[in-house]
């Protein structure tokens, strides 16, 4: 069974709301609150300036009022301020906390400090809202209070607050209360993304696009961004059509607004590209990687060309055009090391690309030779790289080990890993990821009990962020129910297999190998458990489907057939070659046959 992978995608990245942020707002109707001068029961001062962060989502015009940023050592620090919290009815108290939550970030004295404020500025917006009136000052101060549990690491304290937040605006009062709705379900979905709740967080997103369009129309380009945001989300949890869909969106809204061969044209067929590989449509995926490749060229991308090239490199690898392939990877391995150096980490990519296409066409030394020079980065990685990354290019690493049959070497990599990536946040999807192969591993070189340790471990995690529907989740129930075959844990198998039966069913549909290999998998484990009935229904469904759609050429349908013969026989019948459906073979209420069937135990054949 080929190593399983998971998306690798980061999650978006939560920061402070930006109050100048106009992704639904046309043009400003007053000067916003972060530049003007706050009444406050404190002595005036000269206000220090209010950081402008941005957040990792659909962004503002950044071509407007840009302001001179600060370091902490350079920011001016707000004052001490001890308020008593009778003094919160003060109208003029709220805002003045607020702007003061802000001053105190930019200055660096720390975010207790800052949480200290903006939980007072949220308790005096609060006291003072008029009733029955939405209070957008309350709003903002709520996603301030959520951005700040948010870089403290305490997701689960956020989540509360924003889903408060989103419930305060009303979107039919204009443009502002649109823009605050927006906002608020774009950073409850990405805090939703930082806890591996990819299922809540795409809804989210989807009703904060709804939102905007419903504001700016389906072609204004700032919903161009917020689709391709969603898209970038639907990528990491797999959901390649809903991603493909909202990609020709985005182009279609681009074609409109934006010259030919803009940059934001190319990033986009960037990301169509990378949905078309993985859906297997290689020249739909090359036709676009060539398109975004002579945009980037036209606006003088020499880096971004070259990224591109390893992209392309990487459709001609699995289209087997081998010699296009090195030519592509070495383009852009000669710019990557005149640009960024040797010791780089987009040279490493290159060098594993390299390493795996070496090993396709049978030259071991080379392969091998590559593999060790990734390594040696990713062992000495350059200043400003990510434990992210080192985790990523581990597990390549690792992914060529094991098809080099080195098992062992691959598992200490897969270790590192998870190691790297177990104490942060919105990696428990990758993580789960890494744990599956892991469990391979164990399970490769016989240590079955590990084996079933990793992959529990995996499925709650999966689980718990809601992709339990996925082909990825049904491969790794089919792998683990392999191992509580291993431990002869049957029953447990079987629930297992039928599991995963359902969502590879669903998700690729009965002819698919994977599938075809769950049938067999639950045929010989009913088998075990005396369900002699069960498992020849199962065994003449599959034959039919050989039989009809894919052809009896495969090997596995001799070993099949031959298996069926020996439970007709057993069960003193002939072959019924009018198969029933599927959904009348797994019955609750089947009856067992207390007839044994151990004695044929070694020959089931298990499909891994």
Not at 260 to 280: C, F, M, N, Q, T
Not at 338 to 363: M, Q, W
Not at 522 to 540: K, N, P, Q
Not at 590 to 598: C, D, G
């Amino acid at each position: 069974m080929p190593g399983l992978v998971s998306a690798k995608t980061p999650p978006p990245r939560i920061s402070l709301s930006n109050p100048d942020n106009n992704q639904i707002r046309t043009t400003p109707d007053k000067p916003e609150t972060g530049n003007s001068r706050l009444p406050s029961p404190i002595p005036k001062r000269t206000p220090s300036p209010s950081p402008s962060t941005s957040r990792a989502r659909p962004s503002p015009d950044r071509s407007s009022g840009k302001k001179k940023q600060q370091t902490p050592d350079t920011a001016e620090k707000p004052p001490a301020v001890n308020i008593d919290d009778s003094a919160l009815d003060n109208p003029d108290l709220g805002p003045f906390l607020l702007k003061l939550a802000r001053d105190t970030i930019a200055s660096g004295e720390g975010l207790n400090k800052a949480l200290d404020y903006a939980t007072r500025a949220t308790k005096s917006f609060e006291r003072c809202a008029v009733d029955g009136e939405p209070s957008l000052d309350l709003v903002m101060s709520l996603h301030v209070l959520a951005a700040i549990y948010c870089s403290l690491g305490r997701f689960e304290e956020a989540i509360p607050v924003l889903e408060r937040a989103i419930g305060v605006p009303e979107v039919s009062k204009g443009a502002d209360h649109a823009l605050a709705s927006f906002s608020g379900y774009m950073q409850l979905g990405d805090t939703y993304s930082m806890v591996g709740l990819l299922d809540k967080s795409i809804e989210c997103y989807k009703d904060g696009l709804k939102i905007q369009i419903e504001a700016l129309g389906e072609t204004d380009p700032r919903v161009a961004e917020t689709c391709r945001y969603l898209a970038e989300a639907h990528v990491q949890a797999m959901q390649f059509d809903e991603a493909e869909k909202l990609c020709k969106q985005t182009l279609e809204i681009h074609r409109v607004h934006s010259a030919p061969a803009s940059l934001e044209e190319a990033a986009d067929r960037r990301l169509v590209a990378l949905i078309y590989e993985a859906k297997g449509d290689y020249e739909s995926a090359l036709e676009h990687l060539v398109l975004a490749s002579m945009a980037m060229i036209a606006n003088g991308q020499e880096t971004e060309v070259a990224a591109i090239d390893v992209s392309i490199g990487n459709i001609y690898q699995s289209l087997c055009r081998f010699d296009e392939a090195v030519f592509s990877y070495q383009k852009a391995l000669t710019v990557f090391k005149s640009s960024k150096g040797e010791n780089h980490l987009s040279v490493a990519s290159v060098y594993i690309r390299l390493a795996d296409l070496y090993y396709k066409t049978g030259k071991l030394r080379e392969s091998k030779s590559y593999c060790e020079n990734t390594l040696r980065i990713y062992n000495k990685p350059v200043p400003g790289t990510t434990q992210e990354e080192v985790a990523c290019g581990l597990s390549d690493i690792a992914a060529m080990y094991e098809s080099m049959n080195e098992p062992e070497e691959a598992l200490k990599l897969l270790q590192r890993a998870m190691k790297l990536l177990e104490d942060k946040a919105g990696q428990q999807s990758t993580i789960a990821g890494l744990e599956a192969r892991v469990g391979v591993m164990y399970y490769t070189i016989g240590r079955y009990a590990e084996a079933l340790s990793s992959f529990e471990s995996a499925v709650a995690k999966l689980r718990a962020s809601g992709e339990r529907k996925s082909a990825f989740f049904g491969v790794l129930l089919n792998q683990m129910g392999l191992a509580c075959v291993q431990l002869f844990k049957i029953d447990e198998a079987a629930e297992l297999f039928e599991e995963a039966r359902a969502i590879l069913e669903q998700e690729y549909g009965p002819c698919h190998q994977d599938t075809l290999g769950v049938y067999s998998n639950l045929a010989a484990t009913y088998d075990a458990m005396g369900r002699i009935e069960d498992a020849i229904e199962i065994l003449e469904y599959v034959l039919k489907l050989r039989e009809e759609k894919l052809g009896t050429a495969n090997p596995d349908f001799d070993d099949e057939k031959n298996r069926l013969t020996e439970l007709l026989k057993e069960a003193g019948r002939s072959r019924n070659r009018k198969a029933k459906s599927l959904e009348t073979l797994i019955d609750p209420n089947s009856k067992r046959s207390k007839k044994e069937t151990t004695k044929r135990w070694g020959g089931l054949g298990f499909r891994i």
